[in-house]
């Protein structure tokens, strides 16, 4: 047996379990701070969760009585989350009158009609506010159409320039813009997205540097 072949294959063990162990430390710790879990473990649970919920499908609107215990789980799991309060401020509360209206059995089939554009929920939530919005949005939940006035405002030119005309009602300021609110299970994603990347970003950063 050659003797330098023990020596050999026990240094290249060693280091490449160093080098495993840096590896894997990359995203995860550093001055012991701990590791957030691994974004796809957090979709996962997200979407599990949501998937649970009776009723539920995806493009749904969330309110934050569902999403309070979601984010503690998440907690649980080990993503820090210094934003919670941020991120449920942003979440639509069942009180309110969004999510009053999309709560009926004619609201459930308006959401799951409009829920497919992009921003639809933005521009209801705008329209709910401007002078006689409400009455509006309901409306538009009980008319056998509705849904296409929101489509017309999120896909078609003339609903963009509809969007800025209604800019300058009272309350109406910014109308085509998103609101910055979570109002669906994917947006709440992107959020703890966020957090999750600052949160790596925190552990990465060496004192003094």
Same mark, same amino acid.
């Given at each position: !047996?050659?003797?330098?072949?023990?020596?050999? *294959?026990?240094?290249?063990?060693?280091? &490449?379990?160093? #080098?495993? $162990?840096?590896?894997?430390?990359?995203?995860?710790? $550093?001055?012991? %701070?701990?590791?957030?879990?691994?974004?796809?473990?957090?979709?996962?649970? #997200?979407?599990?969760?949501?998937?649970? =919920?009776?009723?539920?499908?995806?493009?749904?609107?969330?309110?934050? %009585?569902?999403?309070?215990?979601?984010?503690?789980?998440? =907690?649980? !799991?080990?993503?820090?989350?210094?934003? +919670? %309060?941020?991120? &449920? @401020?942003?979440?639509?509360?069942?009180?309110?009158?969004?999510?009053?209206?999309?709560?009926?059995?004619?609201?459930?089939?308006?959401?799951? =009609?409009?829920?497919? /554009?992009?921003?639809?929920? @933005?521009?209801?939530?705008?329209?709910?506010?401007?002078?006689?919005?409400?009455?509006? #949005?309901?409306?538009?939940? *009980?008319?056998? @159409?509705?849904?296409? !006035?929101?489509?017309?405002?999120?896909?078609?030119?003339?609903?963009?320039?509809?969007? +800025? !005309?209604?800019?300058?009602?009272?309350?109406? %300021? +910014?109308?085509?813009?998103?609101?910055?609110?979570? /109002?669906?299970?994917?947006? &709440?994603?992107?959020?703890?997205?966020?957090?999750?990347?600052?949160? #790596?970003?925190?552990?990465?950063? =060496?004192?003094? *540097?």
């Amino acid at each position: !047996m050659n003797r330098t072949f023990l020596p050999v *294959r026990l240094f290249s063990s060693v280091l &490449l379990g160093i #080098v495993a $162990a840096a590896a894997g430390s990359t995203e995860g710790r $550093a001055e012991g %701070k701990p590791i957030p879990p691994f974004f796809a473990e957090i979709r996962q649970t #997200v979407l599990g969760y949501f998937k649970d =919920q009776p009723n539920y499908r995806p493009g749904d609107l969330i309110t934050r %009585k569902k999403v309070e215990p979601l984010l503690v789980r998440l =907690q649980e !799991m080990g993503l820090p989350l210094p934003e +919670k %309060k941020e991120i &449920l @401020d942003a979440v639509p509360v069942e009180g309110e009158f969004l999510a009053g209206q999309l709560s009926t059995p004619a609201g459930w089939k308006f959401m799951r =009609q409009i829920s497919r /554009y992009p921003d639809a929920y @933005d521009r209801l939530d705008r329209l709910s506010r401007l002078p006689r919005g409400r009455q509006t #949005v309901r409306d538009l939940i *009980r008319g056998p @159409d509705g849904y296409k !006035m929101i489509e017309y405002m999120t896909t078609a030119a003339g609903g963009k320039e509809l969007g +800025k !005309m209604l800019s300058n009602s009272p309350n109406g %300021k +910014k109308f085509n813009a998103p609101t910055g609110r979570v /109002y669906t299970a994917e947006i &709440l994603l992107e959020r703890l997205e966020q957090s999750r990347a600052a949160s #790596v970003k925190a552990a990465r950063k =060496q004192p003094g *540097r």
